[in-house]
């Protein structure tokens, strides 16, 4: 069984890291532009103002990341909670930059290896994000208050301060939840009826 988790691992890491050296607050920054499935948490970085405190703590200390592909975004930002919201109002702004901390893990560098040995993180939100591995599958598992999700693009980008691992969904809590809710039927009630 150790030799098949072995196997599985070194697979992964064959096929998945992307190694960048350099200031590394601004080249995570870049790399994560750079990746086609990270185009909607790039701009939620940016909108939100995320992206500067994120800089400033990757040239400070080592960063984890669970970045959501876009679909798994485009799936969360669903019926009462719009991408617009989100990204325009201040209160949706508000929401979604709590979202964003809870995906990010401060002065804690987790590789896929370390994750599989590990039972909880606790991103910058201060809410625990359980961890669980399945050997037989070689699957990890990060399961938030109201959230379940699974590592698909593990180590996608390695830098000299942060890793970045890609996840099928968006990691979310009740609070930050109720928060999105709350800011986008806020806006939606300040719209003009037509």
């Not at 697979?11 to 995570?28: C, Y």
């Not at 000299?160 to 806006?187: F, P, R, W, Y």
């Amino acid at each position: 069984m150790a030799a098949a988790m072995v196997a599985g691992f070194a697979f992964l890491l064959v096929v998945s890291p992307v190694l960048v050296h350099g200031d590394p607050g601004n080249d995570l920054m870049k790399a994560i532009k750079a990746n086609q499935n990270l185009t909607l948490f790039h701009q939620a970085l940016v909108a939100t103002g995320y992206s500067k405190q994120l800089i400033t703590l990757v040239n400070d200390k080592p960063v984890t990341i669970f970045a959501p592909v876009d679909y798994a975004v485009n799936e969360a930002v669903t019926g009462a909670v719009s991408w617009d919201c989100l990204t325009t109002g201040k209160a949706g702004k508000a929401a979604l930059k709590e979202s964003l901390k809870h995906t990010v893990i401060n002065g804690t560098f987790h590789t896929v290896w370390n994750l599989t040995e590990t039972k909880e993180v606790t991103p910058a939100d201060g809410s625990v994000i359980e961890v669980t591995f399945d050997s037989a599958t070689s699957s990890i598992t990060l399961i938030s208050a109201i959230s379940e999700v699974h590592i698909i693009g593990p180590e996608a980008i390695v830098m000299e301060n942060a890793i970045v691992h890609l996840v099928d969904g968006v990691l979310i809590t009740e609070a930050i939840d109720e928060k999105m809710m709350l800011a986008c039927s806020i806006a939606s009630m300040a719209l003009p009826s037509s």
